[in-house]
């Protein structure tokens, strides 16, 4: 991703934090969800019931309401979707900033 010159100082703080990057690996996990979801034809109200949650928690899972997931809550989601999580570490995104 991309940002104008006037943004690179407001982001190069940002990513110096750790809730910077948790934010996106959190978003990243829905979006995979999301995708597992359609993939397996499985709706929100189905997953809910697999894991004997309420559609409401479910629907604050996927629509980001919900800021900070246990792995365990990761992996009984995937699980529930018929995926699994797995985890990689990568360089940081050196050309944030490029325009």
Same mark, same amino acid.
């Given at each position: 991703m991309h940002y104008g010159p006037e943004f690179a100082s407001a982001f190069q703080e940002a990513m110096e934090t750790p809730e910077y990057w948790m934010e996106e690996v959190r978003l990243d996990f829905i979006e995979e969800l999301e995708s597992l979801l359609e993939k397996q034809k499985i709706s929100q109200t189905a997953l809910a019931r697999k894991l004997g949650k309420s559609d409401a928690y479910i629907s604050k899972v996927m629509n980001s309401s919900i800021s900070n997931f246990t792995l365990r809550t990761m992996v009984q989601l995937a699980l529930a979707a018929g995926?699994? =999580?797995?985890?990689?570490?990568?360089?940081?995104?050196?050309?944030?900033?490029? =325009?």
């Open positions: 995926g699994k =999580v797995s985890l990689t570490i990568e360089d940081a995104e050196p050309d944030v900033f490029a =325009v």
